[in-house]
Antibody
C-alpha cells in the first residue's frame, strides 16, 4: 500500500531555509500516472497549496511563494523534497506531501503531515 | 490568486442534508472540471471525498455528492451523521496551472 512520509527539522530559525523530504514507498515517483506535491496548513487555519512536480515535466508553484520555493526529486531514493528559503513565522505550519493522479484533481494519498515551527 | 470562497460554518441535525458552497471565478471553477473536496478531522490529514466535480472514490459514502454550476461548486451531505462533523475544503485548478483552496467550512452536527 502506498505510503508517503515527511521528514525534516521541526524547528527552523527565521531567515533560514526550511527543507523537507517526502519518502514514497510502494510506488515510483517516475510514474507518469502521478504528480507529487506539497500542501501546508498553519495552526488553526486552512489549507494552502504550495506546488507540485511531475517527473520529466514541469513544476508549478503558488505565486505567493514562487520566489522562495523549490520542489525537486531524488529518483535514487524515490523521494521528493521541498525547500523554502528566507523562512518567517508565517511559514509555521503542518506540511503535507501529497500524490495527485495525472489528469485529475484526485489527491488520493497524503502523508501524515509534519509540523515545522519557524522561531529563534 | 485569491482563495475560493466557502461559508465559515454550517450546521445540521442528524439525518438532514446540508450543502457547502465554494465560489470561484471563470479562471478556476468556472472553466475547469478539476474541483475536489476534502474532509479533515482534528489532528488528521485531509481525506478526499469528491474529485473532478462529482466523482467519488471507492470507499467514500454515497451520502457525499458534488456538483458545479457556473463559478460555484457544491458539496452535499445527505443523511447527516455525527461522524461527519469536521472541516471541509474545496480545491480547484486554475488558468495559471496552479491550484487554489477554499478557506474551509466547519460542519457542526447538532
Amino acid at each position: 500500500q502506498l505510503q508517503l512520509q515527511e521528514s525534516g527539522p521541526g524547528l527552523v530559525k527565521p531567515s533560514e531555509t526550511l527543507s523537507l523530504t517526502c519518502t514514497v514507498s510502494s510506488d515510483s515517483i517516475r510514474s507518469s500516472s502521478y504528480h507529487w506535491g506539497w500542501i501546508r496548513q498553519p495552526p488553526g487555519k486552512g489549507l494552502e497549496w504550495i506546488g507540485n512536480m511531475y517527473f520529466g515535466g514541469s513544476t508549478y508553484y503558488n505565486p505567493s511563494l514562487k520566489s522562495r520555493v523549490t520542489i525537486s526529486a531524488d529518483t535514487s531514493k524515490n523521494q521528493f523534497s521541498l525547500r523554502l528559503t528566507s523562512a518567517t513565522a508565517a511559514d509555521t505550519a503542518v506540511y503535507y506531501c501529497v500524490r495527485r493522479r495525472t489528469g485529475s484533481s484526485w489527491r488520493d494519498c497524503w502523508g501524515q503531515g509534519t509540523l515545522v515551527t519557524v522561531s529563534s | 490568486q485569491s482563495a475560493l470562497t466557502q461559508p465559515a460554518s454550517v450546521s445540521g441535525s442528524p439525518g438532514q442534508s446540508i450543502t457547502i458552497s465554494c465560489t470561484g471565478t471563470s479562471s478556476d471553477i468556472g472553466n475547469y472540471n478539476y474541483v475536489s473536496w476534502y474532509q479533515q478531522h482534528p489532528g488528521k490529514a485531509p481525506n478526499v471525498l469528491i474529485y473532478d466535480v462529482s466523482n467519488r472514490p471507492s470507499g467514500v459514502s454515497n451520502r457525499f455528492s458534488g456538483s458545479k454550476s457556473g463559478n460555484t461548486a457544491s458539496l452535499t451531505i445527505s443523511g447527516l451523521q455525527a461522524e461527519d462533523e469536521g472541516d471541509y475544503y474545496c480545491n480547484s485548478y486554475t488558468s495559471t496551472s496552479t491550484w487554489v483552496f477554499g478557506g474551509g467550512t466547519k460542519l457542526t452536527v447538532l
